[in-house]
């Protein structure tokens, strides 16, 4: 395991913002720096404790499905090097980690594709037998494949706070709602972009979804984040396809009935229903076991996607 990297410190940029994982720098109007940290958080708190190469981990795999699925749709990338735009003693801290991209404007929902019935889903689905107004089969069980993909969009939360699920025309409306100034200068509806990102999400997912099953891994749902730039075309953005953003399941231990193994946080979640906490700020600290488990499994979870190893720093 390499050095754990738990909050970065680049006195050369502007830092703007931090989020639960990701530190976010400008290089300048049309770039960012975003540093992949290895905090993870768990119920939506930041634990005290990093996950080592769990940073590395999201970034390299993020990059590989960007490449792999470039053809469906632009995405951040700009090619710049992270290391080219930080001074020399900062380059330890973006190396393997970080990643210069456009600057876009985030559409205000989180692009979740479901292919399987399983946690927030599962629990609105038991309630009225669907999921973001979507009508499902009735007797499904837990874990249960659905008959095709879905379309669950959620309503971005502050931060604390757990992002809502919404229907689909409430995304837009939101959509149509939050950007107006920026869709105005475009000429682009909010409709018919939320209908574009539905759309490129449910074709990512189902390539990934598809490459992923050669190699023994079932993506059971993910999320997708899209930006605008200054013209109102749709990129891809944030992270893709990673244990953070997505539910992998090892295909050879999969069963309907129950919540199945995965290559995710799980792991700690997990451990962290056995204790006295009542899920609010601060976290507790994890045990080394568990610190080391978990970081097996985000490399456990790369390796098998990519058929590599994890690139040494």
Request: aromatic share 8%; hydrophobic share 40%.
């Amino acid at each position: 395991m390499t050095t754990a990297l738990f909050e970065s410190s680049i006195p050369s940029l502007t830092q703007i913002a931090r989020g639960k994982v990701r530190d976010i720098y400008a290089v300048d109007a049309d770039h960012l720096l975003i540093v992949t940290s290895d905090r993870l958080s768990a119920f939506d708190v930041i634990l005290p404790d990093p996950i080592p190469d769990k940073g590395r981990v999201l970034t390299a795999l993020a990059l590989f499905w960007f490449d792999r699925l470039a053809h469906i749709i632009p995405n951040q990338l700009t090619g710049i090097d992270p290391e080219s735009v930080v001074r020399a003693n900062e380059r330890d801290q973006v190396r393997g980690r970080a990643l210069v991209v456009k600057r876009l404007t985030p559409l205000p929902i989180e692009a979740v594709v479901r292919g399987y019935v399983i946690g927030s889903g599962w629990k609105e689905y038991q309630q009225s037998g669907s999921i973001c107004g979507i009508a499902l089969p009735p007797g499904l069980q837990q874990a249960a494949r659905l008959p095709s993909p879905i379309f669950t969009p959620a309503a971005k939360a502050e931060a604390g706070e757990h992002d809502e699920n919404i229907r689909f025309e409430q995304a837009q409306a939101r959509t149509a709602e939050l950007l107006a100034s920026q869709l105005a200068a475009t000429g682009v509806r909010a409709e018919d972009l939320v209908a574009e990102a539905r759309d490129a999400a449910l074709r990512l997912y189902g390539e990934a979804a598809q490459y992923a099953a050669g190699r023994g891994i079932i993506i059971a749902d993910t999320k997708f984040e899209f930006g605008i730039d200054a013209s109102g075309r749709l990129h891809l953005i944030d992270e893709a396809l990673t244990p953070d953003s997505s539910r992998f399941w090892p295909a050879d231990s999969y069963r309907q009935g129950i919540s199945p193994p995965s290559y995710d946080k799980q792991y700690v979640r997990d451990y962290l229903e056995t204790l006295d906490w009542d899920k609010r700020p601060p976290g507790p600290t994890l045990p080394d076991t568990v610190i080391a488990g978990t970081s097996a499994k985000y490399l456990e979870a790369y390796e098998r996607l990519t058929g590599q190893t994890l690139p040494a720093t």
